[in-house]
């Protein structure tokens, strides 16, 4: 949960006070919104009688007031007076039954029109039950499972009174200095496309009315990973053709997945802050894609227009983003304070004020909030449906399959639950903060169980588990280095937790290392140094650099930050209850130097060779990654047989099969996720590499073997070329399919020149 930093202050000087007319309209807001017909009658009828002050106040978001560092979010006596006033369309951070259920009553209740208030949170991964970070949970490219738990997030939440997530965050990110790239879903368009609808479809559930559904909110649109230097917040300048086919991808999806709202990035895009960008927030979002819901500023992302330096003051800021259709105010009060003189001067067009309005009420339509604003302010629900077993249950499985599995030499792992002694060491070893990771909304350190928690219910009765810190995570202190020598001696094998405090990603979070922080990398490799069989556990909110680490370790787990289940999920991998099956989201470098670095880049008129010095290298790093995009292990092992695609020519609008073989060659069931990629050899533009085009899940039982098909269609080959048209290029095609981005094997195939006319 993060707390209101800048406080929200409303210059009431600024408002100018009308009294609503006398005549009261029919309470159009207790009518049931019933379809979207019905909503759009009953928003016709309250424009119609809303003032000046009321449409406005619809755009207007303010963050939760908290009395003293001890009690849970109300609503200030001021917030009152503006809801009292209906002038205030909603609070966020504001969550529990209870206090939403007050604030709700004064704005149905006690003002003129009855218009119920939004409560907004961030609710990234879970509410109470925490799961893993978005990023782990991309590692387990499963989008049923990632779709399943934000259901379950959107049912916790819901129970609270929370009737709108920012969430989710589906920025594209290939800096992994940048620290935000731990909420979003990593470097891929195609696999972010598919998790940012899976958790669209989880929020919102089958009826965005439901008791149990929260609003979606894409976020932060658009571009906002592209930040130079991975610095958060800094400038973004990308190509046309970049943004379209790169960073817009998941926002498209999530519309098209019914997203009902989408909030404003706080970078520029080329010249153009995203809050007053009205090309993207009106041309592209609601021209082209046909977008009906809201937009709502990031945090104070209007006034900082004037920051930015496209607007002089915060009256032409708020006009600025208004038209560009940036519908509400997230906490900077710029439209409550400016909107109603701006209006009234003419400077902004009433239709342009009523069109947000529109959109805004039309999205609490949508939520069922007029048929019953109090439905999701359950103080019974929020007893029995928050941090249920089942809720749990499932948070353990998201764990399991977040894990990425990156070493495994001479099969160290899994290890045996009968082992005489574990050591189990490192600064996040029995760290219950750390895994809830940012972000983590109503998460508590004691909902978490901890590695060594997880760990020592794992293992036989008579096995012996030691534990000593090591270190901390920063800091240049080893006063306990000397017991984790100890323990890891009188070991038979040692687990060693190491990586990032959860500060260390999320908002404003950007590093300019990648490496461990502190003593831990002398940690680790003075424990590998005892020559006992040392197994690494990365926790963490980023790609880490750890070459030096990779060579000591004996096997290594990254694990992210995985929520309340950390340490069960990590003990079934250990153990091996569990095969891991995660593959990476994200390419790992070898050292920061490296980045950005990303799988689908172009091939340049000099590829990388490393004996060749004139070619697009560092001479002093080989070219490649530490691990490629979509790369992890398995404790067995699978053989891809020979790809072949059918026909060998792809007509115009038509499809190619590509198949393959693949063979689970060990010893034990596992899950291949088999990953399909496709290089457009020749364009009018350059191309990437290869795209991820399509991934299965595949359960194999041990020596069994399987075909894998793929249909590649028309939609899939389509690109920007050269003169700007979306269109397929007729030419040769080349599709891999492997384990990973770099190991695949591959296949020739045409695209037909649409016959002539
Ligand atoms: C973040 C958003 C978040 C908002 C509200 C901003 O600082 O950029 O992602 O939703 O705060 O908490």
Known sequence: MKFPRVPFSVTLLCVVFVRPPAARAESPAARPPGGDARCERMIDSLLR?????????QLVQITGWHRDAHSGPSVSPEQRALIERGELGGIFNIWGARATREAQQIAVEHSRLKIPLIFGLDVIHGYRTTFPIPLAEASSWDPAMVERDARVAAVEASASGVSWTFGPMVDIARDSRWGRIAEGSGEDPYLGSLLAAARVRGFQGNDPASDSAIAACAKHFAAYGGAEGGRDYNTV?????TLREVYLPP???????????????FNEISGVPSTSNRWLMTGVLRGEWGFRGFVVSDWTSITELINHGVAADTPRAAALALHAGVDADLQSGAYLQCLPALVREGIVPVAELDESVRRVLRVKCALGLFADPYGRCSESRERTDILTPAHVAQARRAGTESIVLLKNDNATLPLARTLGTIAVIGP?????????????????????????????????????VLYAQGCTIEGNDRPDFAAALGAARSADAVVIAVGESREMSGEASSRSTLDLPGVQGALVEAVAATGKPVVLVLMNGRPLSITRELKQANAVLETWFLGVQAGNAIADVLFGAVNPSGKLPVTFPRTV????????????????????????RYIDLPSTPLFPFGYGLSYTTFAYGGVTVSPATMD???????????????TRAGTEIVQLYVRQNVGSVTRPVKELKGFRRLTLGAGESA??????????????????RRAVEPGTFTVQVGTNSRDVGEAPFAVAAPPAR
């Open 49 to 57: 009688v809303m003032t000046l002050e009321e449409k406005v106040g």
């Open 237 to 241: 300048d990308v190509s046309e053709r």
């Open 251 to 265: 926002f498209r999806a999530a519309v098209d997945a019914g997203a009902l709202t989408l909030m404003s990035s």
């Open 428 to 464: 996040l070893a029995a760290d219950s903060v750390d895994p809830l990771g940012p972000w983590d909304a109503m998460g508590r350190p004691s909902d978490v169980v901890t590695l060594l928690e997880g760990i020592s219910r794992a293992v036989a009765p008579a096995t012996k």
């Open 593 to 616: 130097g490296q980045v950005p670095i990303y799988y689908d880049h172009k091939n340049t008129g000099r590829p990388p060779l490393d004996t060749e010095k004139y070619t697009s």
């Open 652 to 666: 115009s609008g038509g499809a190619v099969t590509v198949s393959v073989r693949v063979k689970n060659t060990g």
């Open 707 to 724: 075909p894998v098909e793929f249909t590649v269609a028309w939609g899939d080959l389509v690109m920007t070329t050269a003169s700007g």
